[in-house]
């Protein structure tokens, strides 16, 4: 039995999919107790993931409420993880990201005193309503983490800023691009019936998702006006909108677009066809974190309909623009893309600002050199 118990904690789709290889790599060496507690903050898009992945559970806290608010998630988590972790007793409580989950949960292991390490640490944009609350909640867990995985040299350069010791500090690439690899090199899925008939269309296609709550209300319904509009000067694109379960989302792009049949909706799609789909369409126009970041692995040139982003890396490297939310921003650029191949060339570039596919193996090596394992810490992802 080993010594050591790494106590992972996850509780949305993209903490899910950003945790898989690193619950999967611990898993492999069995160096590590790993104890993996979902909060279930997401429920069937987190069971898709889960599922993809086989990923091992051994606690749920099932707290996903309909319509949920943020104190919510923060109380539900915060009770339902600490009498698990009083029984438990991990030496380490590791999250992810900037999810309500992440801050909760490790605000819980810092109440009891267990180190709390990072993942996808250091982050940040200079406005804490935009991302709103990711940008709070991702500040908040870095106060309370002492170890940290930056992806990139700037989320290091962040931290260092705030007080981060540099031992404390190991920069791995983003755990998006080791899942993104394992998934997009496997054979394309059978297309379930509504993706193989959009695909099937004459005709650019675009891949778009929303879900941000600063988007909710007026933001939302602009993007709707922006797809219609191209919809109305170019008959022949095709919008495939994997549409998230939030009814708030739902009812607004729903109502507005149901009518427009350029525009085909999905239930949110299992990992392996989404990245399969990223690699088939001609842009993607999305509000997503994770996706800013697998689109440029892919080449695909995406439209970041956000006022502001803590990923800069992709803007830096030409294949992300940030276009905001206003309705004739978004269908000029989108436009741009699909009729002038010069502009579209200029973006889609294969690029890696984010990761190499060994994000999880330095992560391990550095949790080996941390508790005395290892002689040697791991060297940095080198981003730039
Ligand atoms: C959450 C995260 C956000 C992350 C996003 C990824 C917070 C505050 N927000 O936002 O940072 O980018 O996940 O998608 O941590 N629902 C379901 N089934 C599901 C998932 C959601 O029905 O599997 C519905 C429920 O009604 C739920 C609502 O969506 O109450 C909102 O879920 P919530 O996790 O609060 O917010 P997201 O917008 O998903
Ligand atoms: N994704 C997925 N199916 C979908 C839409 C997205 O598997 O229908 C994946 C996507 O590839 C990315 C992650 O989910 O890895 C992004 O999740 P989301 O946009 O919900 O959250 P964010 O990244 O904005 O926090």
Request: charged fraction near 25%; charge should be neutral; include cysteine.
């Amino acid at each position: 039995m080993p010594d050591h118990a790494i106590f992972i904690t996850f509780g949305t789709r993209p903490e899910a999919i950003k945790m898989a290889p690193v619950v999967l790599e611990l898993r492999r060496r069995g160096v590590f107790r790993v104890i993996t507690c979902v909060t279930g903050q997401h429920r069937e898009m987190l069971d898709q993931v889960v599922k993809a992945f086989a990923l091992p559970v051994d606690h749920d806290l099932k707290i996903m409420r309909e319509r949920q608010s943020l104190g919510h998630i923060t109380s539900a988590v915060l009770n339902g993880i600490d009498p698990i972790l009083e029984a438990e007793k991990p030496d380490l409580l590791m999250v992810h990201g900037d999810t309500t989950t992440t801050f909760a949960a490790a605000l819980a292991a810092y109440y009891r005193m267990i180190p709390v390490a990072h993942v996808e640490a250091g982050l940040r944009t200079d406005n804490v309503y935009s991302p709103f609350p990711e940008e709070m909640n991702r500040r908040l867990a870095d106060r309370l983490a002492s170890v940290y995985y930056p992806p990139t040299q700037k989320a290091r350069a962040a931290l260092l800023r705030e007080g981060a010791r540099p031992e404390s500090v190991l920069v791995t690439g983003n755990t998006v691009i080791d899942a993104l690899l394992m998934t997009a090199s496997t054979n394309a899925p059978d297309w379930e019936p509504k993706v193989a008939r959009a695909l099937k269309r004459p005709g650019p296609k675009v891949l778009v998702t929303v879900h941000r709550r600063e988007s909710w209300g007026m933001p939302m319904e602009r993007v709707a006006h922006a797809i219609k509009q191209v919809c109305a000067q170019m008959p022949k694109a095709t919008f495939i909108f994997p549409i998230h379960l939030n009814p708030v989302v739902r009812v607004t792009f729903r109502g507005a677009l149901d009518a427009v049949d350029q525009v085909v909706f999905t239930e949110p799609l299992p990992y392996l066809p989404f990245v399969h789909l990223m690699k088939t369409v001609d842009v993607v126009i999305t509000d997503s974190g994770g996706i800013q970041e697998e689109a440029p692995t892919l080449g695909k040139p995406v439209l970041v309909m956000r006022d502001t982003t803590e990923r800069p890396e992709g803007i830096d490297a030409g294949t992300a623009r940030l276009v905001g939310t206003d309705s004739d921003l978004i269908a000029r650029e989108l436009l741009l893309l699909l009729n002038d191949q010069a502009a579209y060339e200029r973006m889609a570039n294969a690029v890696n600002p984010y990761g190499d596919g060994q994000a999880a193996g330095r992560i391990a090596d550095h949790l080996e050199h941390r508790f005395g394992l290892r002689a040697h810490p791991p060297g940095d992802f080198q981003d730039s």
